[in-house]
């Protein structure tokens, strides 16, 4: 099955950017996703990238794809207190009928 | 207006019990899930039903058994509770089966917590 592998813990000041990496196993996955989760509270889709690009930009958010190496990236420009949270990634391999998430990166953002 | 909710949200109750957790979506959605967060937040599907038909079941013990009485409701009950099952339970809902459709909704959890 697909194996999916983030970092832990990510710490950064207020103001700067933060880059949240991924990777995984299964090349099928066709589509890659980040959801947020806020202490308390369910998961929230984020942004999500189709495997046949290399980058989306959302705003602040910005996802970078490198499908020969399997690995996921995304960078939120301009962190703020609120962006502190748990990210995962998630990777859907073709003929799954399911999401595979990762461990999960807890961001804490410092004042 | 919620889109997926999930009760109770909250869920104390002793080894051996027998509990449920009732899951609702009104979007529509085709599929409903249901994933198990550990205290490490490691998160897990369990069980996902399409038009009310299972359609994953992973290696979950078979004191967890779903219920789809409607492509709208997704059940989760649980005979003989163990402490190993205290956990955050969560519900999701996507459109369908189709690999376009994997944008997922997630209820707000439920936490279970057994004593």
């Known amino acids: 099955g697909e194996d999916v592998e983030q970092s832990l813990f990510l710490s950064v000041r207020e103001g700067d950017s933060s880059v949240i990496n991924c990777t995984y196993t299964?090349?099928?996955?066709?589509?890659l996703y980040w959801y947020k989760q806020e202490p308390g509270a369910g998961l929230q889709l984020l942004t999500y990238?189709?495997?046949?690009?290399d980058m989306k930009q959302d705003q602040r958010l910005t996802v970078l794809l490198n499908k020969k190496d399997k690995h996921l990236s995304l960078r939120i420009a301009d962190t703020q207190t609120g962006d502190s949270a748990i990210y995962f990634c998630?990777?859907?391999?073709?003929?799954?009928?399911?999401?595979?998430f990762g461990t999960g990166t807890r961001l804490t953002v410092i004042p | 207006d919620t889109a997926v909710s999930q009760t109770p949200k909250y869920l104390v109750t002793q080894m051996g019990n027998d509990k449920s957790i009732k899951c609702e979506q009104n979007?529509?959605?085709?599929?409903m899930y249901w994933y198990k967060q550990d205290s490490k937040k490691f998160l897990k599907i369990m069980f996902s039903?399409?038009?009310?038909?299972?359609?994953i079941n992973e290696t979950v013990p078979n004191r967890f058994s779903p219920k789809s009485p409607d492509k709208a409701h997704l059940n989760l009950h649980i005979n003989s509770l163990e402490l190993g099952d205290s956990a955050v339970y969560f519900c999701?809902?996507?459109?369908?089966?189709?690999?376009?459709?994997?944008?997922?909704?997630f209820g707000p959890g439920t936490r279970l917590t057994v004593t």
């Open positions: 998630a990777t859907s391999p073709t003929g799954a009928n399911n999401l595979f």
């Open positions: 299964d090349s099928s996955s066709t589509y």
């Open positions: 990238i189709f495997s046949n690009m």
């Open positions: 979007l529509g959605h085709d599929t």
């Open positions: 039903y399409n038009n009310k038909e299972l359609i």
């Open positions: 999701a809902s996507s459109q369908g089966r189709g690999i376009e459709d994997y944008e997922q909704y």
